[in-house]
């Protein structure tokens, strides 16, 4: 069974750096794209960016100048780091495998969410 | 950017009821559309993948049609378990979800 979870503080500070973590079991960390999304209440989804296991990655061109993601294949984890916080990125964040099974990316295993609240 | 557009933003039904929510893309995605279920609290599920492909362990009561802008998905006798907020998925470029439907109890 593929499971996810994020860990990191709950709570940063405006202008700061927003650091999350996602640890992954029961699944290879090959041939996957392991995806950051955040939901601010209430809201829909907002895609972040993905990592490739090969360490390629991709970013929403909203956020590209802020977002970092990274990936360690051998701790079976892979990273979001958000520079420059503002309220405006107060949100859960979520992260997700992806897979390509047929034509789409599609994802189907996700975390449970962690919420992020950016306030002094 | 590929836009995503849901209808209806809200929806109430009965179990049992046969029910539809439609997706519509900006621009043409040929059969690069996925759907979710999400419920309060938790993270979105996976239930159909390329357009009409049932996710493993989904029931059959949920099904995708469509190509190019235009996609429904469809519950065929809707149950208890099955009011939560719909959203639909692109992938034809970077990933974009719609707005959500929210499916509630009438």
């Known amino acids: 069974q593929v499971q996810l979870q994020e860990s990191g503080p709950g709570l940063v500070k405006p202008s700061e750096t927003l650091s999350l973590t996602c640890s992954v079991s029961?699944?290879?960390?090959?041939?996957?794209?392991w995806t950051w999304f955040r939901q601010p209440a209430g809201k829909g989804l907002e895609w972040i960016g993905r990592?490739?296991?090969?360490?390629?990655?991709n970013y929403n061109p909203s956020l590209k100048s802020r977002v970092t993601v990274s990936v360690d294949t051998s701790k079976n984890q892979f990273f979001l780091k958000l520079n420059s916080v503002t309220a405006a990125d107060t949100a859960v964040y979520y992260c997700a495998r992806g897979r390509v099974r047929g034509t789409s990316l599609h994802f189907d295993s996700w975390g449970q969410g962690t919420l992020v609240t950016v306030s002094s | 950017d590929i836009q995503m557009t849901q209808s209806p933003s809200s929806l109430s039904a009965s179990v049992g009821d046969r029910v539809t929510i439609t997706c519509r893309a900006s621009?043409?995605?040929?059969?690069?559309l996925n759907w979710y279920q999400q419920k309060p609290g938790k993270a979105p599920k996976l239930l159909i993948y390329d357009v009409s492909s049932l996710e493993s362990g989904v029931p059959s009561r949920f099904s995708g049609t469509g190509s190019g802008t235009d996609f429904t998905l469809t519950i065929s006798s809707l149950q208890p378990e099955d009011f939560a907020t719909y959203f639909c998925q692109q992938s034809y470029s970077n990933p974009g979800f719609g707005q959500g439907t929210k499916l509630e109890i009438k």
């Open positions: 029961g699944s290879s960390m090959s041939n996957y794209y």
């Open positions: 990592v490739y296991n090969s360490g390629l990655t």
């Open positions: 621009q043409s995605i040929t059969n690069y």
